[in-house]
């Protein structure tokens, strides 16, 4: 698909805050927004593969009675009308949850993620779940159990992982926003990879509830957009402590679309760590150039080196295969729909079930997590890289005391071809420029900054703990330099 | 390997075994890298948001998820008991 092809494609929606205004003021109804969405996703959707499924019946039930409370001069809420789309590891009425897995096919949502939850309250209609790598195990949904998404630049390359489905149904126009997890860069890659903005807020500032756990300790939900200023939006809509999971933190009290931050003064640090070997050529001077339009703009660039950043993979795949192997062990044939049948006893179900729902990423990692956690095995591995994780943590944190943000490519080459990483250590490698951010649980941001080769590339914008609106406030700024 | 697959669960054949061998010595082969790297007094890190103990009073509420529903979705039931297979 030729670059200004795709450009048109992603410029189907208006802003959040237009079509909110036009349902408002019944220029436009709710069920008009379902249609379009449902038929750029009937004519696109074979092609690319972004979307698993639709929830035609409930969203066009759900439209109607927005449409009705509009008629009857109700307020509706802020995203009204908004149609959007939900990674399908997000539990969502309407159709299955399968988290692209054999092992959850069939399942259906007894409740909803409180993040979708929170935005059909303020009137958002969730469309269609996307298509990601099967639990979020990979980094191009080339592990999803059922198809690969294609990237919209070049369908013979992956759109990136884990929430590729979510990324490419943004850069397609399918919906103006898709919700997507990052647990060691799933929403920022794929970003990246699909010229969108993708943004991994802080730990614990958006419910984990009703999303299925990869790492309880990194996981995050965020917001795929093609603008700062609609990826805010959602944002503050998501945000905020939830009664459901005791690891969400108070969100900030001055909304995140109040992006208001100056460049003029601003201390932005160049990573060392992020431009060296296995990092493309071309990405690190694109992303350089992106840069230079910080610093033309006012901010003061300067290098700074973050030695431990370069264990940030070993220490990501050590702790991550740990806390998954934990969360995937509720999947033992007894719960879940997928079962095997006929099995002679408990243990037999146990290990048939599991051996056959899941894939060969899920088991691999669930060996790795448990061999790191067995005894003789945990100090060495499990214990060592949480206390690497530490040093990772203060150098971000005495980073942040002299800058205010931290900034660097998101993904080492722009999207790879379907079957070149087929290596999983060369899959794994993929990650190394996101998991950092992943571990010390700060807001890091994926900003299209330009193109190599045609395909796009993306910024990667890093803060302190907490620091949401100043990330998405300099996103916003180089969104305006590379327009 | 076996015994790995044995705690979690897994029945892995012998073309699995044999492939998940070589992958793993070559992944754990790249954490070996972390054996090197000093961490004197420093403390793990299980979470990072700092949070401690957060409570709620134990008062039910009513939820959308009720019994009824997650009992449908069982592979097997028997009323409202989940009915698995012998385990002795």
Not at chain 1, 245 to 255: A, K, L, M, Y
Not at chain 2, 60 to 80: H, I, S
Request: with cysteine.
């Amino acid at each position: 698909m030729a670059l200004s092809n795709i450009k048109s494609h992603s410029t189907a929606w208006p802003s959040i805050e237009d079509i909110v205004s036009s349902v408002r003021k019944g220029e436009i109804t709710a069920s008009d927004n379902v249609t379009k969405a449902l038929d750029i996703i009937a004519k696109l959707n074979p092609t690319y593969q972004a979307v698993l499924l639709t929830l035609d019946e409930r969203a066009k039930k759900r439209a109607l009675e927005i449409d009705k409370k509009i008629k009857a001069g109700e307020d509706v809420g802020r995203l009204a009308g908004v149609p959007f789309i939900a990674k399908d590891n997000m539990l969502v009425f309407g159709g299955e949850t399968t988290a692209a897995s054999n092992m959850l096919k069939g399942f259906v949502a007894p409740y909803q993620a409180t993040a979708v939850d929170r935005l059909e309250a303020e009137g958002a209609i969730c469309v269609a779940k996307a298509n990601l790598d099967a639990f979020a195990h990979g980094a191009s949904t080339e592990n999803s159990d059922f198809c690969v998404t294609k990237n919209p630049y070049d369908v013979e390359r992956v759109a990136g992982g884990s929430s590729g489905g979510s990324a490419a149904c943004v850069a397609l126009g399918f919906v103006p926003f898709a919700l997507g997890t990052d647990t060691g860069g799933s929403i920022r890659q794929p970003a990246s990879f699909c010229g969108v903005v993708g943004h991994k807020p802080t730990y614990g500032l958006v419910s984990r509830s009703g999303v299925v756990a990869m790492a309880s300790s990194t996981d995050v939900i965020g917001a795929l957009t093609t603008s700062l200023k609609d990826n805010a939006l959602v944002l503050d809509v998501i945000s905020g402590r939830d009664e459901l999971d005791g690891t969400t933190i108070e969100r900030d009290s001055i909304p995140y679309t109040q992006l208001d931050t100056q460049l003029k003064g601003l201390k932005v640090g160049i990573v060392s760590e992020y431009f060296g070997e296995g990092v493309q050529v071309e990405v690190g001077s694109t992303v350089l150039s992106a840069i230079e339009g910080l610093r033309a703009g006012g901010a003061e660039v300067e290098h700074v080196s973050l030695p431990s950043l370069l264990h940030g993979l070993a220490v990501y795949y050590i702790v991550v295969p740990a806390e998954l192997s934990s969360n995937l062990s509720r999947h033992d044939g007894q719960r879940y729909p997928y079962s095997t049948p006929n099995t002679d006893s408990l243990e037999q179900s146990y290990t048939q079930s599991r051996s056959q729902g899941f894939g060969a990423e899920a088991k691999r990692r669930i060996i790795i997590g448990t061999h790191v956690l067995s005894s003789g095995y945990y100090d060495a591995y499990y214990k060592k890289a949480q206390t690497v994780r530490t040093k990772i943590v203060q150098e971000f944190e005495a980073a942040f005391e002299k800058f205010d943000v931290l900034v660097g490519p998101v993904s080492p080459t722009p999207a790879f071809k379907i079957g070149e990483n087929a290596d999983p250590i060369a899959m794994y490698l993929q990650d190394v420029l996101s998991v950092s951010a992943s571990l010390a649980g700060i807001p890091a941001l994926s900003v299209p900054c330009g193109y190599v080769d045609g395909l796009p590339v993306g910024l990667q914008i890093m803060s302190r703990f907490g620091a949401d609106r100043l990330v998405l406030s300099v996103g916003q700024h180089v969104e305006g330099l590379v327009a | 390997m076996l015994k790995l697959a044995r705690l979690s669960r897994l029945s892995l054949s012998d073309a699995e075994i044999t492939q998940y061998q070589k992958e793993l010595s070559e992944i754990f082969g790249y954490f070996d890298r972390l054996a090197s790297v000093d961490v004197k007094e420093l403390e793990p890190t299980y979470q990072v948001s700092k949070l401690v103990n957060v409570m709620r009073e134990d008062i039910p509420k009513p939820q959308v998820a009720n019994p009824d529903t997650l009992l449908e979705q069982l592979p097997k039931r028997d009323g409202r008991y989940i009915k698995v297979g012998r385990m002795i």
